[in-house]
């Protein structure tokens, strides 16, 4: 069974950097698309980034401050998150796109940022 595993949230004052991780595991199909998507209180999901053989997409709101890589010997997926801001309080989820079975999401990490 396909098992996407996120670490790397927590507490960070205003300004400060977060890195995120997602490991995928159990699949045997290619991952193509993988990315980070969040979700903040009383809103809906949101993108952040995605980041394909082609390269990669950020959301607006990040763009400048988040910097997503990928390893692919290790099937994880990475988001360097710089200058917080209190508004990127949210959920953040995993997201790896399979070939043949789909899109499949992390359980999710929070990042909470204090002004």
């Known amino acids: 069974q396909v098992q996407l595993v996120e670490s790397g949230g927590g507490l960070v004052q205003a300004g400060g950097s977060l890195r995120l991780s997602c490991a995928v595991s159990g699949s045997r199909f290619s991952i193509n698309t993988m990315g980070w998507h969040r979700q903040a209180p009383g809103k809906q999901r949101e993108l952040v980034a995605t980041?394909?053989?082609?390269?990669?997409n950020y959301a607006d709101a990040v763009k400048g401050r988040f910097t997503i890589s990928r390893d692919n010997a290790k099937n994880t997926v990475y988001l360097q998150m710089n200058s917080l801001k209190p508004e990127d309080t949210a959920v953040y989820y995993c997201y790896a796109g399979l070939s043949v079975i789909g899109g499949r999401w992390g359980q999710g990490t929070q990042v909470t940022v204090s002004s």
């Open positions: 980041i394909t053989s082609g390269g990669t």
